[in-house]
């Protein structure tokens, strides 16, 4: 049995199978098993091309890597897929450089060979390609830069974990609310929701790249991420500023109709839109209280846009859809 197929049999074992809330299952992997299964091959195969290229027989690279014979002569075919996200980086390149010569000039021990690939495993799970490759393999981790993997579990990571769920589960509301469409923006719409306290921009999650309408439907391009917006996350940065309760929002297209449904319960503001100088004004509009409706009517060159805003993601959206809803 091979190493994947025993990996893949513990994790039946032990139950490491896990249900989702969309249904779907996910396998909780560990970052060591991506450098069992995917990296130390890869090396291993690049030291062998590259220790055969400096004139070593296959046996002494085989005692050099630590495998058989035969192990050796599978690397240097070219029947392996080495990982490319491994191969293509100059790190990794250079570290191999560096292991072939020491072997070959006798000025590097197996110790120091290990040593370098130890560093260099750290660094590609911190926000490297390990940690590219682990947030492919577990979605969860989508979005947080395998800080989990780095720094070890804290309230902070814990809040931002919480705040990308949040987020997805928002989008994925809007998202199949109908007629949503209707009232989304040319230069698109975004659902973005701070963490506690935020400072700036980077503390607020949102979808990169923005939400647009497309044949009826909207087109959600990424998972949400931290920094991937700026006018909402301007915005929402006001209104948590001056009530920290309110930390998620969503913009619409502002209409006549869209006004016009916006119950007598909620609170309405009008402000300029004009760019320079917003978050100011925003400021001093938020210092009377916080309106859960938000609008501007344009300006030359800036589209009208509503924004509203909630408690969460979730919140903002499901008031939006309420309100899109009164439309009929």
Same mark, same amino acid.
């Given at each position: !049995?091979?190493?994947?197929? +025993?990996?893949?049999?513990?994790?039946?074992?032990?139950?490491?199978?896990?249900?989702?809330?969309?249904?779907?299952?996910?396998?909780?992997?560990?970052?060591?098993?991506?450098?069992?299964?995917?990296?130390?091959?890869?090396?291993?195969?690049?030291?062998?091309?590259?220790?055969?290229?400096?004139? *070593?027989?296959?046996?002494?690279?085989?005692?050099?890597?630590?495998?058989?014979?035969?192990?050796?002569?599978?690397?240097? +075919?070219?029947?392996?897929?080495?990982?490319?996200?491994?191969?293509? $980086?100059?790190?990794?390149?250079?570290?191999?450089?560096?292991?072939?010569?020491?072997?070959?000039?006798?000025?590097?021990?197996?110790?120091?060979?290990?040593?370098?690939?130890?560093?260099?495993?750290?660094?590609?799970?911190?926000?490297?390609?390990?940690?590219?490759?682990? &947030?492919?393999?577990?979605?969860?981790?989508?979005?947080?830069?395998?800080?989990?993997?780095?720094?070890?579990?804290?309230?902070? !990571?814990?809040?931002?974990?919480?705040?990308?769920?949040?987020? #997805? #589960?928002?989008?994925?509301?809007?998202?199949?609310?109908?007629?949503?469409?209707?009232?989304?923006?040319?230069?698109?719409?975004?659902?973005? /929701?701070?963490?506690?306290?935020?400072?700036?921009?980077?503390?607020?999650?949102?979808?990169?790249?923005?939400?647009?309408? /497309?044949?009826?439907?909207?087109?959600?391009?990424?998972?949400?991420? *931290?920094?991937?917006?700026?006018?909402?996350?301007?915005?929402?940065?006001?209104?948590?500023?001056? $009530?920290?309760?309110?930390?998620?929002?969503?913009?619409?297209?502002? +209409?006549?109709?869209?006004?016009?449904?916006?119950?007598?319960?909620?609170?309405?503001?009008?402000? $300029?839109?004009?760019? &320079?100088?917003?978050?100011?004004?925003?400021?001093?509009? *938020?210092?009377?209280?916080?309106?859960?409706?938000?609008?501007?009517?344009?300006?030359?060159?800036?589209?009208?846009?509503?924004?509203?805003?909630?408690? +969460?993601?979730?919140?903002?959206? &499901?008031?939006?859809?309420?309100?899109?809803?009164?439309?009929?």
């Amino acid at each position: !049995m091979n190493p994947a197929d +025993s990996i893949s049999r513990g994790r039946r074992v032990l139950g490491y199978e896990l249900e989702t809330a969309e249904g779907v299952a996910v396998t909780v992997q560990l970052p060591s098993e991506i450098v069992v299964e995917r990296f130390l091959p890869t090396v291993r195969s690049m030291l062998a091309a590259e220790l055969e290229a400096r004139g *070593f027989a296959q046996r002494a690279i085989a005692d050099r890597l630590g495998v058989s014979q035969a192990a050796v002569s599978q690397y240097l +075919s070219d029947e392996r897929r080495d990982e490319e996200r491994f191969v293509d $980086d100059p790190r990794l390149q250079a570290t191999v450089e560096r292991i072939a010569e020491g072997f070959e000039n006798e000025t590097m021990d197996d110790y120091e060979a290990l040593a370098e690939l130890l560093e260099l495993v750290r660094a590609f799970e911190d926000r490297g390609p390990i940690c590219a490759i682990h &947030e492919e393999e577990m979605p969860a981790l989508e979005g947080m830069g395998c800080d989990l993997c780095v720094r070890g579990r804290d309230q902070a !990571m814990q809040a931002e974990r919480d705040v990308l769920a949040n987020v #997805r #589960r928002a989008v994925r509301q809007f998202s199949n609310a109908p007629a949503v469409a209707d009232h989304v923006p040319n230069v698109g719409t975004n659902v973005a /929701m701070a963490l506690p306290s935020p400072g700036n921009e980077t503390e607020v999650a949102a979808v990169p790249g923005r939400i647009h309408a /497309m044949r009826g439907g909207l087109n959600v391009p990424a998972n949400p991420e *931290f920094g991937a917006s700026h006018h909402v996350a301007t915005t929402l940065l006001a209104a948590t500023a001056a $009530d920290e309760t309110v930390r998620g929002a969503v913009n619409l297209a502002t +209409s006549d109709a869209l006004l016009a449904a916006v119950p007598d319960s909620l609170t309405v503001a009008n402000f $300029d839109p004009e760019y &320079e100088g917003r978050r100011q004004r925003l400021d001093d509009l *938020f210092e009377t209280g916080v309106p859960q409706v938000l609008y501007h009517e344009g300006a030359f060159g800036i589209e009208p846009i509503t924004y509203v805003l909630g408690t +969460s993601a979730v919140d903002a959206v &499901e008031r939006a859809i309420a309100i899109l809803d009164r439309i009929g």
